[in-house]
């Protein structure tokens, strides 16, 4: 079997054209939907996804407000800079990219965005909605596997999905999303015993472990959806997923590539959250 390529930058396409038509009639209407991103350091990593992410939004005819600051900013500056935005009418969305440099508490950061332009949905209080059902603004990244999975036709109801990687701005809010659409979690790490036997029991795989290759195509049940989180440079300096393509696109069903899989789907749904902020605020 070779599996079906999930193709989420053709996606991401169209959703980045329907946030164009909403920002559109937001603007026809007197609002203009705006997101500040807000990057301390100089992780060039963190620099390129922070330049991907503002680009799209002017794409989308969204503005966008970039403030990029050296590590060297205090915590006390950052969060006072955070309050401002969190007092801009402009300003419907705050990214604070991730990870901040050490002297900072992530944690603190985050709490201090307001809750109804937290458009990463990473707010204390955002995970308590999406866990309880009420999501205001679902984490990006898992946010855009389930639009894959419905463009894609995946049943969710009753499916065993399995879960590898248990952060809190993926494996996490994927299993919420995954059990809100009724199906069968369990979620794995890395002191998990004998992985294999339960990626082989999924019939939807999502990975996100940050570990290049480590899915084969030995470890999936035959027919699955395998959905690739992973982004790592690998020694050839190409990017590649925590999937081994190759060997599981023999095994699976259906199966994201990396690049152009989950990371354009991303981008799409920050657009997406940022949009129906600024319709909230426009009500
Ligand atoms: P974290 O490092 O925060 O979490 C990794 C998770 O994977 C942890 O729960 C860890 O377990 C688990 N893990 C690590 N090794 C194993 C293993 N051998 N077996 C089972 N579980 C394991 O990573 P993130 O969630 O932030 O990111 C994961 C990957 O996704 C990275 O490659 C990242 O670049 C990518 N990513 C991609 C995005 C996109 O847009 N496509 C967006 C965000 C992330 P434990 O809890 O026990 O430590």
Redesign the pocket.
Known sequence: MTARRIDGAALSVRIRDEVAQRAAALIAGGTTPGLAVVLVGDNPASQVYVRNKVAACEKAGLHSVMEQYPASLTEAELLTRIQALNNDPAIHGILVQLPLPAHMDAHKVIETIAADKDVDGFHVSNAGLLMTGQPLFRPC?PYGVMKMLEAEGVVTRGAEAVI????N???KPMAMLLLAAGATITI?????RD?AAQTRRADILVV????PG?ITGDMIKPGATVID????RGADGKLCG?VDYASAAEVAGAITPVPGG??PM?IAMLLVNTIEAAERAAI
């Open positions: 990244t590898v990687g248990a952060s701005i993926v494996g794995c790490n890395s002191k998990t992985l996100a472990t940050g570990k480590m989180v992973g982004i790592n925590d989950v990371g991303t």
